[in-house]
Structures are given as C-alpha cells and as structure tokens.
C-alpha cells in the first residue's frame, strides 16, 4: 500500500504497524446523507487541525495550492480582517474560517487553516468527491485512510460553491424582501455556462510527474491573462467622442462577481495635440447600492446592476458611449477598463470609494 501511494505522487505518514492510517475521527453514521460544503461551525467528532494535517501530508501538491490561495488565506486576508473589524460579525467568521466556531474568537491555528480540505471535502466522517475519471478507483482510501472517499455529482457542480458563494445580508430577518449580498450561483444559472460546472474553469488540470490533479489555487482574476479574457471589447470613435461595446467572454457569472463592491471602472482621456489631457470622463459597471441607515447599519438594496452578465444587462453586448463637448482636430482619446475591489464605500460618490487593489482589463488609444 505504501508503495502504491508513493506511485501515485504522496507519501503517507509515518503509522507504527497499522494499515490505516489513524485520523482522529468519531464513528461514521452510514445511513447519513452526505451534506454539501458550507459556512461553519465545523460537524462536531473531528479535530479539524489533525484531520487536515493528515489529508495534506499525502495530498502535499493540493495543499500547498490550497494554502497560498484565497481560500487558504481567506482568515489572515488582511483585506477581509480590515473589513472585519468594521463589522465584527460571526456571520463572517462562519465563511472565512469556517474550520472555527463562529460564535467564539477565532483561535490563530483554526484561523490560519482558512478555506480547508475539511471545509470543502468532509461529510460526516466521508470525504466528498465527483465522480470517477477513468483510471479511478470508486473509493482510492479504502485500505489506506480511515475517511472513505464517497463520490456524487453534484460535488463536481456548483453545490460544492453555493453554500459560502450565494448569501444574503445578515439583516435578513429586517427587510420586506432578502437581499443577495453576493450572487455568484444565480449569476451562474442566468449564464450560457450553466451546465459548465465552477470547478472546469476554476480547477483546471495541472500536469505533475505523478500524471496531474485538478488545480486548488483557485487563481481566477488574479491572473493577469485570464482577467484579460473575461471581456471582449471593441473601441471606435465617433462623431462625438468614444464607443466602446463591451461583451462578456469566457465567464460563467456577472464580470465581476463575488464581494459586493467589486467594480469595473471605464476611463476615457481626451487628449490634446500638447499630449494635455483636456477632458475625462469615467464610468462604473457595478451593482449600485442604495443604502438608508437604520438604528444599527446602513440597509443596502441593489438599485441597478450594469455589470457584463449582470442583472440588467446579461450576457448580451453592452454599448457605451462617451460625448465630449470640444472636439478638435488633433485631438485623440485613451481609453482604459480596470477591475476595481473596492474596500468600502464613502460618501460623496462612486469616485470617492476607497480601493484596495487595481488591474488593467484592457486599454487602447483611438
Ligand atoms: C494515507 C494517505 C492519505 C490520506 C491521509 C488522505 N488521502 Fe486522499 N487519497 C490518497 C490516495 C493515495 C488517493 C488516490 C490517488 C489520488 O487521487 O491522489 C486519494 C484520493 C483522494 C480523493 C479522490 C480523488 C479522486 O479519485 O477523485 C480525494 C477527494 C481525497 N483523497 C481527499 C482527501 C482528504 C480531504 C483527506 C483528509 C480528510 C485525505 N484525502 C486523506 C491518500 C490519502
Ligand atoms: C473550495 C473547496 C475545496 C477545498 C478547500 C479543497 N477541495 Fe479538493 N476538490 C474540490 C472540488 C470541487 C474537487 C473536484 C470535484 C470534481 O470536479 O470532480 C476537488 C478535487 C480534489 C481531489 C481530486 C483531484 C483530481 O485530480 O481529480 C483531491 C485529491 C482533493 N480535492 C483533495 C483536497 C485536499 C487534500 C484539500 C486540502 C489541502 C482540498 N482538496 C481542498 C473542492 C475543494
Ligand atoms: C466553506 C466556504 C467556501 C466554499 C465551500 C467555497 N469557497 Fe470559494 N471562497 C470562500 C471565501 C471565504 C473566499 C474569500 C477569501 C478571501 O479572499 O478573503 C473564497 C474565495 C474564492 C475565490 C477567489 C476569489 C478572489 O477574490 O480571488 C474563488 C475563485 C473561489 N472562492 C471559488 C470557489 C469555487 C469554484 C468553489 C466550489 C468548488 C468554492 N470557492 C467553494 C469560501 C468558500
Ligand atoms: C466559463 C468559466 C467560468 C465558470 C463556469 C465559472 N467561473 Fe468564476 N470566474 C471565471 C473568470 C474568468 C473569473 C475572473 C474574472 C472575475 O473576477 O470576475 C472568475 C471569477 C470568479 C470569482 C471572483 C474571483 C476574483 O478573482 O475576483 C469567484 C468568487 C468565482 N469566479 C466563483 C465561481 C463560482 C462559485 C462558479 C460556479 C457557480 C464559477 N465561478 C463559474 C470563470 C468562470
Ligand atoms: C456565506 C459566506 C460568507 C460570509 C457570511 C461572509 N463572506 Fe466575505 N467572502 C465570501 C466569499 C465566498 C468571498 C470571495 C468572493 C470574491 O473574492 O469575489 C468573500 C470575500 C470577502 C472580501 C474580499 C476579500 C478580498 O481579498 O478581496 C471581504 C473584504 C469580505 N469577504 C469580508 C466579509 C465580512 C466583513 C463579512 C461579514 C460582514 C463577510 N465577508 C461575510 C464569503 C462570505
């Protein structure tokens, strides 16, 4: 056995006599069935730091990509503590440390596993799976690890996502109609990558010695190529200044999705024949908020959502045109789309909006 795991690119722990290897476990319930990832409190009868030090001591590969992405960092994200400690909720807790209990402070060792193995993978004693590629064995830890593997399909679709990437503000209960805080999974549904599962784009295989796994970086747009091939944009002038249509291409949901205030801020630079930049004018595809304060908070609703994908725009192209009053000839334009992760809001504007982190979607000259 040991040497079949060596084959396959792991090397199991060190495990005195036994077969097995001993993950300190409670008894499975074998009629249970298997729940889907979610927020926390983690299932009671597992000791989460063990039980994960187990899974990455063979799965090494997928572990250190779990613990360098978003996921495995989704605690210490220093963005998310400053947010945080804005809003000191346990609703929060559940989702970025959901190996914690929530409803107490977040310990340093439970809080550095972030998004973990067990967050996504554990059902009661089981290790969730999709189904078997060819060349698979219906259940590879038999024999080798006390968890077995169970496989269902679902797990290969977004039921693996929707439990932490489809939520509704936490003061539900106070309004006459809930509201999404994020909408991935419905952005999803809406899109013409519905029957694509999340995992085809976000998992792709990486090829190792050991023959490949699917990939846990979960990189998405922190890609410098792959942000760049969300849109397909064309720029053309006008009498009147700059068209640019806007087309979302290889994405699954809205552009952007996730957190509430991602945005795309659009950029157009008149120019003068001194290179004296003699207008600009910005605009900003997102979902827009109203928010009216109430006793304890600021109740968000969404007015508009202009996002390519998104509610009131679709998968469709999106023209938009920028006029300027003084043309002259001579005069040329640059345009420029970036990707904006807004920390929060102020008062005053979308153009006041503090932003934690910038990237360039595509820009040009006309
Ligand atoms: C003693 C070594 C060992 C431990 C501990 C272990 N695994 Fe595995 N696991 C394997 C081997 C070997 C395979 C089969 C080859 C492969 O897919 O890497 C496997 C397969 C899997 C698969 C199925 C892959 C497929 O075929 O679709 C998943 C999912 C998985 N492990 C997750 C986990 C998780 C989560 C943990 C911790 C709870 C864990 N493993 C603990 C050795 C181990
Ligand atoms: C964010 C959720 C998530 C986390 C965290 C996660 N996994 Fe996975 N894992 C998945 C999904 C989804 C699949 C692929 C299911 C499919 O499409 O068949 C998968 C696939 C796998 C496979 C099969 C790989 C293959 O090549 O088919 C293994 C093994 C595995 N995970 C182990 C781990 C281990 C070990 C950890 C912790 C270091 C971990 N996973 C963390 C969701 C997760
Ligand atoms: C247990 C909750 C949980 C599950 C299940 C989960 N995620 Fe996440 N995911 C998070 C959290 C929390 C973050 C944000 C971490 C941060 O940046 O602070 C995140 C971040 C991400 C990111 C990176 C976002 C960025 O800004 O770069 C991607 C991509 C992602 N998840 C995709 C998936 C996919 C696909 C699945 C299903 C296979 C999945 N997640 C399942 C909680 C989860
Ligand atoms: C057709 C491919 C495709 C599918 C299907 C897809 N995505 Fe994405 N996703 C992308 C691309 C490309 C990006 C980067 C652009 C962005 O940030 O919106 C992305 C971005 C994200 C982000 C934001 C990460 C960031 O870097 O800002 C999250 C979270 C996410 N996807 C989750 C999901 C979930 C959950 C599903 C399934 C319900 C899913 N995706 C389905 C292609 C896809
Ligand atoms: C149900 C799960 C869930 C809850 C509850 C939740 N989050 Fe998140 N959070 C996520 C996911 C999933 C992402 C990743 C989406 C993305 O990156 O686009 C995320 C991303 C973020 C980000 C962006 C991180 C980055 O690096 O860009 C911040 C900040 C954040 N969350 C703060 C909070 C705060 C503060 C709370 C409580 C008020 C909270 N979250 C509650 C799931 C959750």
Not at 111 to 129: D, E, K, P
Not at 217 to 233: E, G, H, K
Not at 357 to 366: A, D, F, S
Request: hydrophobic share 40%.
């Amino acid at each position: 056995m040991i040497g079949l795991a060596l084959l396959l690119g792991c090397s199991p722990p060190e495990r005195p006599g036994g077969a097995i290897a001993p993950l300190p476990i409670a008894p499975i319930a074998p009629a249970a069935a298997p729940t889907m990832p979610r927020p926390g409190p983690p299932e009671p009868g597992y000791d989460p730091i063990a039980v994960n030090a187990a899974c990455i001591d063979c799965h090494r590969a997928i572990g250190e990509e779990n613990a360098a992405s978003f996921h495995g960092q989704a605690h210490v994200d220093p963005i998310y503590q400053t947010a945080l400690a804005i809003e000191p909720l346990p609703f929060c807790r559940a989702c970025h440390a959901p190996e914690a209990d929530p409803r107490q402070p977040v310990s340093a060792a439970l809080g550095a596993l972030g998004v973990t193995c067990t967050s996504c993978h554990w059902s009661q004693g089981r290790v969730l799976a999709g189904l078997a590629s060819a060349g698979r064995a219906a259940d590879p830890h038999r024999g080798l690890v006390a968890a077995p593997v169970v496989r269902i399909e679902a797990f290969a679709g977004p039921s693996a996502c929707a439990g932490c990437h489809e939520f509704h503000f936490p003061d539900g209960r106070a309004r006459a109609r809930p509201e999404l805080m994020q909408s991935t999974i419905s952005e999803h549904r809406q899109s013409p990558f519905a029957e694509v599962g999340c995992g085809s784009c976000h998992m792709p295989t990486v090829k190792t010695v050991a023959g490949g796994h699917r990939s846990h970086a979960f990189a998405s747009s922190r890609d410098p190529r792959t942000l760049r091939a969300t849109l397909d944009v064309k720029a053309e002038r006008t009498s009147a200044g700059v068209r640019l249509q806007i087309t979302p291409a290889a994405i699954g949901h809205a552009m952007p999705t996730g957190d509430l205030f991602r945005r795309l801020r659009i950029e157009v630079e008149q120019i003068g024949p001194d290179m004296n930049v003699v207008a600009v004018k910005r605009r900003f595809l997102a979902r827009h908020f109203e928010s009216r304060p109430t006793i304890t908070s600021l109740r968000r609703t969404v007015v508009r959502d202009d996002r390519p994908g998104g509610a009131d725009v679709g998968h469709e192209t999106q023209v938009i045109e920028f006029a300027f009053p003084d043309l002259a000839p001579g005069h040329f334009f640059g345009w420029r789309i970036e990707l904006e992760r807004v920390l929060h809001p102020a008062p005053g504007g979308d153009e006041k909006a503090v932003v934690a982190h910038r990237q360039v979607i595509g820009e040009g000259k006309l």
